[in-house]
């Protein structure tokens, strides 16, 4: 397959990307803000420069990959947001975070869509949080990563009806709480444990459109 990966520097992006890169039938084209901090030996994995809120970047990857058929998509860069509790929002922060994590993913989409749908595997996972689900959310707060990820999460099932005609399957991904810079010291899950059942549920599930926990459990809007 080919697999294209944005954030792919750090945390689960490059867990994603060291474990695609395992198998020699894959080709990885790993993306980050700064290539110079992703140095990868490996044949099989190319790294391209990509700040997911450059419009500019986005083109020149484009560029970079031509008609490459891409299988799978992988939206992962994103930000948790500053100054996220009642009293204390930001407007500037909120803005960049539904930049990165939630306009970008429909952008770069748009953009890439003609390489997705010339592929066998024809698939968008766009990684997203239960922070974003509405009936989740006993806890309050939040309010800049909540947001963006409710909003993706709307950004992923229209793509799902809108390319649907051509074939092409978006995933919306909770990848559980795992220990990586956003997600901390305390969090429950490795990187590994976590992209292992990503992946999984990326190999075996069409259910267009759908939000899945990355042990395979759907999750409630
Ligand atoms: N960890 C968790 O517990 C958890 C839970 C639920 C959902 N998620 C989601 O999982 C995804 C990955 O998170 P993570 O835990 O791996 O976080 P992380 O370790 O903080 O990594 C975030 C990644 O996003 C990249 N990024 C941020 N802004 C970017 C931009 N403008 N352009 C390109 N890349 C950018 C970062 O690149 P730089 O190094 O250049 O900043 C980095 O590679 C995110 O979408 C996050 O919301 C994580």
Request: overall charge neutral.
């Amino acid at each position: 397959m080919n697999i294209l990966i944005t954030g792919a520097n750090r945390g689960l992006g490059l867990e994603f990307v060291n474990q695609y890169k395992m198998s020699s039938n894959n080709r990885i084209f790993a993306c980050c803000r700064n290539p110079q901090q992703l140095q990868i030996e490996e044949e099989n994995v190319t790294v391209h420069k990509l700040d997911v809120t450059s419009l500019d970047n986005m083109k020149e990857l484009k560029s970079e990959i031509a008609n490459t058929p891409i299988d799978l998509l992988i939206h992962n860069a994103g930000v948790y947001g500053s100054k996220n509790s009642f009293g204390n929002v930001d407007v500037d922060s909120w803005l960049n975070t539904l930049k990165i994590n939630t306009i970008a993913p429909l952008k770069l989409s748009e953009i890439l869509v003609d390489n997705v749908a010339a592929s066998q595997k024809k698939m968008i996972a766009i990684i997203t949080s239960k922070m974003g689900s509405i009936s989740d959310n006993t806890s309050g707060g939040s309010y800049v990563y909540r947001t963006s990820k409710s909003a993706v999460n709307m950004v992923g099932v229209s793509m799902s009806r809108d390319l649907k005609p051509q074939g092409i399957t978006v995933l919306l991904l909770h990848p559980g709480w795992v220990e990586t810079d956003m997600g901390g010291s305390n969090a429950l899950l490795k990187p590994k444990e976590s992209v292992e059942g990503m992946c999984k549920v990326i190999e075996t599930t069409t259910d267009s459109g759908a939000f899945f926990a990355y042990d395979g459990q759907k999750i409630n809007w």
